[in-house]
């Protein structure tokens, strides 16, 4: 049974501190989605990917959020330094990437909560 | 830009019964997929059900359905013979062919009541 897993499931930080959230997307997969919910914004795309290379990150705060796909099996998420704004669950989804005569599936993995005290 | 609006932030369905959950989209873009996702008090995001712009029939899988209607921009999901653990959350979604990014709308929270 293929899914995408995510470490840790569970975050408690304090503002400041470094925090690093990995997911490991389905085996042969090529796309790679980094997503926050909260309450306030809902659902919203932070990063993506496809076949490594990162095709959109205007989600994302760049001064202090930073995404990498150091190999195809592994896909990480840095905030440096973590506020409170920060607190959310973060999730990691991944698609076999149709093209552009398509779109795909999206598999979610559990999900990261962020709490930064 | 892609928009979903969900219209019902809670609905309460009696265990057995049909439900309905809308979903309204806008874009200009006339290749794009639907998709529905549940969302249980724990957490995951489970995916339920596609349908792309160009399918010429509505989706179904087991007990969900898509009820697409283009031209209203609509994409309504219909639960048969509602269960007690289709208590959850449910989000609809949009991307576009060749932009896997996902829309969301804001959700709607389901109830069955015994």
């Known amino acids: 049974d293929a899914r995408v897993t995510q470490t840790p499931r569970d975050k408690v930080t304090e503002m400041g501190q470094e925090v690093t959230m990995r997911c490991q997307p389905i085996?042969?997969?090529?796309?790679v989605f980094w997503y926050r919910q909260t309450m306030m914004q809902g659902l919203e795309l932070l990063a993506y990917f496809r076949n490594r290379a990162p095709l959109d990150d205007s989600g994302m705060p760049k001064d202090r959020f930073s995404a990498e796909m150091p190999d195809a099996t592994l896909a990480t998420l840095k905030i440096q330094p973590s506020e409170p704004r920060d607190s959310a669950v973060y999730f990691c989804a991944s698609g076999s990437g149709q093209g552009q005569t398509s779109t795909d599936t999206q598999y979610f993995g559990p999900g990261t909560r962020l709490t930064v005290l | 830009a892609q928009k979903i609006t969900q219209t019902q932030p809670g609905m309460f369905v009696q265990e057995k019964e049909a439900v309905t959950l809308d979903c309204t989209y806008d874009t200009s873009d006339p290749s794009y997929g639907l998709f529905w996702y549940k969302q249980p008090s724990s957490g995951e995001m489970i995916f339920l059900i596609y349908?792309?712009?160009?399918?010429?029939q509505n989706a179904t899988e087991g007990r969900y359905s898509l009820n697409f209607q283009k031209a209203r921009k609509s994409a309504n999901l219909v639960i048969s013979a509602s269960q007690l653990g289709d208590s959850a959350m449910y989000f609809c979604a949009m991307s576009l062919f060749g932009n896997e990014k996902l829309t969301f709308g804001t959700g709607t929270r389901l109830t069955i009541i015994p």
């Open positions: 085996l042969g997969h090529n796309t």
């Open positions: 349908q792309g712009s160009y399918d010429q």
